[in-house]
């Protein structure tokens, strides 16, 4: 595709479940990441890949989160036991290599945590 | 510890006038600052970038000025259109590729 997709747009889910996340960066970007953003606030990094590889997990708020990017291309960022505190928008952005900085995002994942 | 801080939640400007958004940052080590804009239900995009060697850049209606002295950059649109209005962020990298993002600045542009 043209941008980077994101599914599902919209996720409601009850406290104690298990969500995943999928992102779908753009065709040649080889650098893929998560941010979250919580209302009022601006995206807050989650997980930053360099090909299949997490070159940067540190924003990864605790062990219930993990993300994977098995073939390089696609990711998908996994909740487990949902919390009320993790309602927000989950952003992936992707960038190709030698691209400092610039980032291009989908239009983000809400997830709303009952 | 917010890095990267915009003290503006909102600002608002005529049609036609200028309008300057601006942004603070902690981290001496950040190289590298950029601007996004993000309308409701969609994903911020890239607006205009400036490296830490410069101390101005422009693109069209849009420029951006760097004051490492003072860790301070501005957002300068002129003249200002309402499709201008959106959610402005600042957001800095220190040459890893992780850019930390300001907590917004919601532009309103009225006729």
């Known amino acids: 595709g043209a941008g980077v997709s994101q599914t599902p747009s919209n996720k409601v889910t009850e406290k104690g479940k298990y969500v995943e996340l999928r992102c779908d960066p753009i065709?040649?970007?080889?650098?893929l990441y998560w941010y979250r953003q919580s209302l009022g606030q601006g995206p807050e990094f989650l997980i930053y890949?360099?090909?299949?590889?997490?070159?940067?997990d540190s924003g990864l708020p605790n062990d219930r989160f993990f993300a994977v990017r098995p073939e390089g291309s696609v990711s998908t960022l996994k909740i487990q036991r949902t919390e009320r505190g993790d309602s927000a928008v989950y952003l992936c952005?992707?960038?190709?290599?030698?691209?400092?900085?610039?980032?291009?995002f989908g239009e983000g994942s809400r997830l709303t945590v009952l | 510890d917010q890095q990267v801080k915009q003290n503006s939640p909102s600002l608002s400007v005529q049609e036609g006038r200028i309008s300057i958004l601006n942004c603070d940052y902690t981290?001496?080590?950040?190289?590298?600052f950029l601007w996004y804009k993000k309308y409701p239900a969609e994903g911020p995009t890239f607006l205009i970038s400036i490296s830490s060697i410069k101390d101005k850049n422009e693109d069209g209606r849009f420029t951006v000025f760097l004051n490492k002295s003072a860790k301070h950059l501005s957002l300068h649109i002129v003249p200002s259109q309402p499709g201008d209005s959106a959610v402005y962020f600042c957001?800095?990298?220190?040459?890893?590729?992780?850019?930390?993002f300001g907590t917004g600045t919601r532009l309103q542009v009225f006729p």
């Open positions: 890949f360099q090909g299949t590889g997490a070159a940067d």
């Open positions: 957001a800095a990298s220190a040459d890893t590729d992780k850019l930390i």
């Open positions: 981290n001496s080590m950040f190289d590298y």
């Open positions: 065709s040649g970007h080889t650098a």
């Open positions: 952005a992707s960038s190709s290599a030698g691209t400092t900085g610039e980032l291009f």
